[in-house]
């Protein structure tokens, strides 16, 4: 059973970083999507970044220039490093991921594991 646990979540003054981490638990195999995706109470959740098995990344528009989405094969855990944080980025982050070969990564639906969310909170 593969389990995602997400860590590294907290509260952060507008322009500063974090750095999220999701360990991967029960499965070391070479074939997968792995996303980061965000949610904010009255909002859909809405995909932030995803990287694939060839470490192929995509990032929503709203982050580009600012997310990194990263994995460490070594480690089985996926980053996502954010610098200049705005209060619009204030939401519950979760990673989740997809098995087999998908290129590009699928949309949101096709992630069949989810950790259990860690808050973002970055004040003006």
């Known amino acids: 059973q593969v389990q995602l646990v997400e860590s590294g979540g907290g509260s952060v003054q507008s322009g500063g970083s974090l750095r999220l981490s999701c360990a991967v638990f029960?499965?070391?195999?070479?074939?997968?999507?792995m996303g980061w995706f965000r949610r904010t109470p009255g909002k859909e959740r809405e995909g932030v970044a995803t990287i694939d098995d060839g470490g192929s990344t995509s990032y929503a528009d709203s982050v580009k220039g600012r997310f990194t989405i990263s994995k460490d094969n070594v480690k089985n855990t996926l980053y996502l490093q954010m610098n200049s944080l705005k209060p619009e980025d204030t939401a519950m982050y979760f990673c989740?991921?997809?098995?087999?070969?998908?290129?590009?990564?699928?949309?949101?639906?096709?992630?069949?594991?989810w950790g259990q969310g860690t808050q973002v909170t970055v004040s003006s």
């Open positions: 989740a991921a997809v098995l087999g070969w998908w290129h590009p990564c699928p949309g949101e639906v096709r992630y069949n594991y």
């Open positions: 029960g499965y070391t195999g070479s074939s997968y999507c």
